[in-house]
């Protein structure tokens, strides 16, 4: 009877101790400098739009057709859906009673105004990143939006993840509030595109891997990450065989950035919008500090799995389909069109180990985005309702050993594991 007492004590004390560390985890860093509110000079506003671009904010923030900032959006994730809130200035449902005290406890620590702990779909393990001065130039700009009134949907998390001691779980475990650290072995252009691409730019959201309760290694991990609600692949940025950009050309990377396509790539789908919402509003210098920063990430390549054994007659059935389909536009030998259709021979993009982004490519079709400085992109057309899953798979082996491309077979099977129920 003692011992069932003293393990029943023992146990409750270790609670209670894990509790309380899981506690103090969730309140690091939270002192808030007193500052007089800056004033909202027009300079100010400008540089708080130019990193509300920086961060993409707006593409979170705003429904499908809807008042910019309004929010309402559904962000999905593999444990439910997220809707991002209202950041307009209204008083009932947007960020009307907020100070730039709260604002900054939202960014840097990823808390409500109401002490509520925010779910990691808003990449605040990114925002933290960001210094006190452009947090407030943020919230300068948003204060000068026009207020909408939009309630915000309620999340649509399952449980356990819909609830707070989850939460609080999670960021003791994989969240401290830091702000940018400058490496002083560095230069300042390095550090300027890590500060852009770690914080605001929230690369690593889509392009760092996560372990399965949805947590990467940090911000400076672009060591690939599978969207798996949009079945989007981001290919790992330090992967020569996926998307490191270290052997661009500094220009070509710049351009790609700015626009979307570059003679080897186009930025394709979730990418589209990142180009679209973001990028391509970013000043030559900081585009080229990006560059920079990218171009010098560390690089290793995953490792090839064992080789399959060919399906050759999958392969035949792929050509006379790519014959029929495609070669109008990407030509007999992959060869496609110079500023119009890309190449498909020796094309990174169809031939990497993980085939969702072809396969979403052949199914969605797409343009490029269409941005200021390539405002008509061309396009290519759907598949989904016209192929079906075998004769996608036929294509994608096709075209991923056609022209000396070398990539394993894409299996039916495959095609249907990736199909998802969203259409937006
Ligand atoms: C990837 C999508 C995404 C991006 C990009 C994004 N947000 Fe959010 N944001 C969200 C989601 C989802 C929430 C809701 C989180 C929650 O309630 O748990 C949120 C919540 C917030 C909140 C808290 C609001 C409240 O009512 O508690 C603020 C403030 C905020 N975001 C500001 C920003 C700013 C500023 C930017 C750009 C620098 C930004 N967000 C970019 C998805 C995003
Ligand atoms: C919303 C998710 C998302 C975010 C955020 C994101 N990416 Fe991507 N990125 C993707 C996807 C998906 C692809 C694969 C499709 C493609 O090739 O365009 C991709 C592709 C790329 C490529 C490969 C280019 C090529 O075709 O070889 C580069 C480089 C890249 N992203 C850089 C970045 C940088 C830099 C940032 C931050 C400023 C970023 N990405 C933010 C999803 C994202
Ligand atoms: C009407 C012309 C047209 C047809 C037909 C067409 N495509 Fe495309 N394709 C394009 C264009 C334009 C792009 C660039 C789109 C973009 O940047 O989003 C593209 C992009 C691609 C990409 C991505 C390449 C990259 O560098 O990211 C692949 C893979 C692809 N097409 C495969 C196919 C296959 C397989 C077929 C046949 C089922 C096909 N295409 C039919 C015009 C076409």
Request: hydrophobic fraction near 35%.
């Given at each position: ?205 889509c392009h ?16 690939g990450?599978m969207l798996?609600?949009?079945a989007w692949y981001a290919p790992s940025l330090?992967d020569p065989a996926e998307a490191s950009v270290?052997a661009w050309?500094?220009?070509a990377l710049?351009?790609w950035?700015?626009?979307g396509s570059s003679p080897s790539a186009s930025a394709l789908g979730p990418m589209g919008?990142v180009v ?26 995953a ?23 495609c070669?109008?536009c990407h030509?007999?030998?992959g060869e496609g069109?110079?500023?119009?259709y890309p190449a498909l021979a020796g094309n990174r993009a169809l031939l990497m180990q993980n085939p969702a982004n072809l396969l979403r490519i052949i199914q969605r079709g797409g343009f490029a985005p ?7 992109p061309?396009?290519m ?14 294509l994608a082996?096709f075209v991923r050993n056609a022209w000396g491309n070398k990539a394993a077979?894409v ?7 990736l ?6």
């Open positions: 009877m003692k011992r069932r007492f003293a393990v029943a004590a023992a146990l409750l004390a270790s609670l209670t101790l894990a509790g309380g560390a899981v506690y103090q985890l969730n309140h690091l860093d939270e002192s808030i400098e007193p500052k007089p509110p800056a004033l909202a000079t027009p300079a100010l506003l400008a540089r708080g739009e130019y990193l509300a671009r920086a961060g993409n904010c707006m593409g979170c923030h705003t429904r499908r057709g809807g008042v910019p900032y309004a929010g309402g959006r559904a962000i999905p994730t593999p444990f439910g859906d997220v809707f991002a809130p209202n950041l307009t200035p209204d008083l009932a449902t947007g960020l009307g009673q907020w100070s730039e005290a709260d604002f900054w406890a939202a960014l840097h620590n990823g808390r409500s105004k109401d002490g509520r702990l925010l779910t990691p779909a808003f990449p605040y393990t990114n925002y933290t990143l960001v210094t006190r001065d452009d947090a407030d130039a943020l919230f300068a700009y948003l204060r000068s939006l026009p207020a909408t009134a939009q309630a915000n949907p309620a999340h649509e998390l399952r449980f356990p993840y819909n609830t707070q001691p989850a939460l609080a779980l999670w960021r003791a475990l994989y969240f401290r509030p830091a702000v940018f650290q400058a490496e002083p072995s560095r230069g300042a252009e390095w550090n300027r595109g890590a500060y852009l691409s770690q914080g605001l730019g929230h690369c690593n959201a760092g891997a996560r372990n399965s309760l949805g947590a990467t290694q940090g911000p400076d991990d672009f060591s990450g798996e609600s949009l330090h270290a050309s500094p220009s710049r351009q950035l700015k626009t919008e679209l919402g973001s990028t391509q509003h970013l000043t030559d210098a900081d585009l080229k500090a990006m560059a920079v920063y990218l171009q010098g990430l560390p690089q290793h390549s490792s090839e799995p064992a080789p399959k054994r060919p399906d050759l007659a999958l392969r035949e059935q792929g050509q006379a389909l790519y014959g029929d389909h070669a109008s030509g007999e030998q069109k110079a500023a119009a269409a941005t200021a400085s390539n405002p008509r061309y396009g057309p759907p598949f989904a309702g016209i192929l079906s899953d075998k004769e996608q798979a036929a082996s077979d299996r039916p099977l495959d095609v249907l594991q199909k998802t129920q969203r259409v937006d």
